[in-house]
């Protein structure tokens, strides 16, 4: 020690300038996020995932409620609750509008600080490409795409995308063709999307290296929810191969580049028997307001209605406009059959939901059951919106759209003749789907699973930055950055 103490300046001095390099070293990482991937479903079927669980570790994941695409995506990204974040569902009651709105797609309604964000603060050389993640418009990532359709004047919709940069919009377009957006959603969704997103991101881990690259694979949510988590189905089984197949060419690029590798999903599927017809119970007790339209259809009127519910998948947010009949709106939603609990503001508080987007209160369906957002008493009555697929103009969640109407004999042909209409300049609904057949749908989710192994995982090619035991949701942002970081 000098008589002046510069010798402990020094090493302090040294230990900061040691510090900032740690942390401008910086290791790639790609996250791959297949939905609806549990630990009950890897082994014989997944053979590129199970060799990436025993290399590195794999962990149960501790999702957030509800466990639905946009609250869990925010929760990982954000390291929030959905309290924090202001995702409650994949929707939710603009008031301000008087409006339900679903699968909004701005960046700006999730708060909190990004994961990419966090990383460009302690390295800024660090890049993000951010492929499907939901809330991708205006996110401050470095490169992104997200399904984006076009709605010509005429009514059509053509299946399109948004990409950021825009040049990068075009340049996927010339590789790969056009986003298959009915293979993304709806009665003839299939592998065909998780395929075009997955060679999108090859193409931008190729050609803009990024550091952190966030992929997201949809394909097992389709039958999980058209067959339920059945393992026995051989649908079911190809499903797993062909999605491990895409995970496993992703696996292999990362490899080469010496890329540490996650492997994510936000949820797990249980088995559903039939839904909960929230609104109609609503509607019965008076609760529910409707505006009659052409043709003696109705359509629900958030504004006028004393309570109602924004119906997503096991969880549904019931907005109740009196404050002085929040108690009796509960009972009443307490006492229908496929109802497990109704939170008031303590329940929400305690389960990280309390928010001001959220309904007065949140109902959480039984195990087997999930909410229908059906409003009107009468098919006849039911909006033109109700037998299409339209995940916008419906105020809730329909699973009913994976399924063309099993009382249309000759689907093929009716939705042919439907095209053919649109093709020749005639406005067409493709009305596909069923207003009756609730028990079409054999999987759901969005509640907290009771078993481990049929929810949510993450695996990581790096065990020893593994917890010892389950990955809190809201700690997954903090495990990425130890794998880009550390």
Not at 218 to 232: S, T
Request: charged share 25%; aromatic share 8%; glycine share 6%.
């Amino acid at each position: 020690m000098t008589p002046d103490g510069s010798a402990g300046v020094v090493r302090f001095l040294s230990a900061s300038v040691q510090n900032r390099v740690e942390n401008r070293k910086m290791q790639k990482t790609l996250v791959i996020l297949v939905v609806g991937l549990s630990p009950e479903l890897l082994g014989a079927h997944t053979p590129n995932l199970s060799a990436l669980a025993r290399r590195g570790a794999m962990r149960p994941l501790n999702t957030v409620t509800p466990a639905v695409t946009c609250s869990v995506q925010s929760t990982l990204v954000t390291g929030l609750p959905p309290s924090g974040h202001g995702a409650v569902a994949n929707g939710w009651y603009f008031r301000d509008l008087a409006e339900v709105l679903l699968w909004r797609q701005p960046n700006q309604l999730v708060a909190g600080e990004k994961i990419w964000d966090a990383a460009k603060a302690r390295n800024p050389d660090f890049t993000c490409a951010k492929m499907f993640w939901w809330y991708n418009m205006y996110a401050s990532a470095d490169f992104s795409a997200t399904p984006r359709p076009m709605y010509p004047a005429d009514g059509r919709k053509i299946p399109d995308h948004y990409a950021h940069p825009p040049e990068l919009h075009d340049e996927l377009d010339a590789r790969l063709g056009q986003f298959p957006l009915f293979k993304f959603w709806g009665p003839v969704a299939d592998i065909t999307s998780s395929e075009w997103i997955a060679r999108s991101t090859l193409h931008v881990m190729e050609t803009r290296a990024p550091t952190l690259t966030l992929t997201y694979l949809p394909h097992l949510d389709y039958n999980l929810q058209r067959l339920g988590p059945d393992l026995a189905h051989p649908r079911l089984r190809q499903d797993l191969r062909d999605v491990d197949a895409l995970c496993g060419t992703l696996i292999d690029a990362a490899d080469k580049t010496g890329q540490r590798i996650v492997v994510v999903s936000e949820y797990g599927i249980t088995p559903a028997s039939d839904a909960v017809h929230i609104n109609r119970a609503l509607r019965r007790a008076g609760l529910v307001a409707v505006r009659p339209e052409e043709f003696g259809r109705e359509i629900l009127d958030a504004g006028a209605s004393q309570a109602f519910a924004m119906a997503d998948h096991q969880i549904a947010h019931i907005y109740v406009k009196n404050p002085e009949r929040i108690a009796e709106v509960a009972a009443l939603v307490r006492s229908l059959g496929g109802v497990e609990a109704v939170w008031d503001g303590e329940g929400k508080r305690a389960n990280g939901l309390d928010h001001p987007r959220s309904g007065e209160l949140v109902a959480v369906a039984q195990a087997d059951r999930w909410f229908s957002y059906y409003y009107w008493l009468d098919d006849a009555k039911a909006p033109d919106f109700a037998r299409t697929v339209d995940i916008h103009r419906k105020p809730g969640y329909d699973p009913v759209e994976l399924f063309v109407d099993p009382a249309i004999r000759f689907p093929k042909l009716a939705a042919g003749w439907r095209l053919a209409k649109r093709k020749l300049g005639q406005r067409q609904l493709m009305d596909l789907i069923s207003l009756k057949d609730t028990q079409l749908v054999k999987g759901t989710h969005g509640r907290i699973t009771d078993d481990p192994s049929a929810g949510p995982l993450v695996i990581s090619s790096e065990a020893d930055l593994m917890p010892e035991g389950a990955v809190e949701a809201t700690a997954f942002k903090t495990l990425v950055l130890d794998h880009i970081f550390s």
